[in-house]
């Protein structure tokens, strides 16, 4: 599968940013989504993840309640809905997908996708 991901740019602190991730192929029971961030000087980090059901979804303690991850099979589309975003949340998002019958274990650790998204850059300016 190849993913596309678009919508990041630049946002003042306490704005809302849409990201997008198209899939080549039909998402809807074959892979489990993700998304990660990287920021200069750090490691990649996860941000939220959910399976193509629309089952299960994870996030991690620092976006929890702020963003939201959907997946829109018709679309093969999964987003990430980013609200009261701060200066923290500055990075370059990538989406990542890998097979759904791995299940959800390990949903946080990058090196359990096989698939990456060519990543888009968000920026928060406070």
């Known amino acids: 599968v190849q993913l596309q991901a678009s919508g990041g740019g630049l946002v003042q602190a306490g704005g809302s940013l849409r990201l997008s991730c198209a899939a080549s192929?039909?998402?809807?029971?074959?892979?489990?989504m993700a998304w990660f961030r990287h920021a200069p000087g750090k490691a990649y980090e996860f941000v939220a993840a959910?399976?193509?059901?629309?089952?299960?979804?994870y996030y991690a303690d620092a976006v929890k309640g702020r963003f939201t991850i959907s997946i829109d099979n018709a679309k093969n589309t999964v987003y990430l809905q980013m609200n009261a975003l701060n200066p923290e949340d500055t990075a370059t998002y990538y989406c990542?997908?890998?097979?759904?019958?791995?299940?959800?274990?390990?949903?946080?650790?990058?090196?359990?996708?096989?698939?990456w998204g060519q990543g888009t850059l968000v920026t928060v300016s406070s």
């Open positions: 990542a997908a890998r097979n759904s019958a791995q299940g959800d274990a390990l949903y946080s650790s990058d090196s359990q996708y096989h698939a």
């Open positions: 192929e039909r998402t809807f029971d074959r892979y489990f």
């Open positions: 959910a399976n193509s059901r629309g089952e299960t979804s």
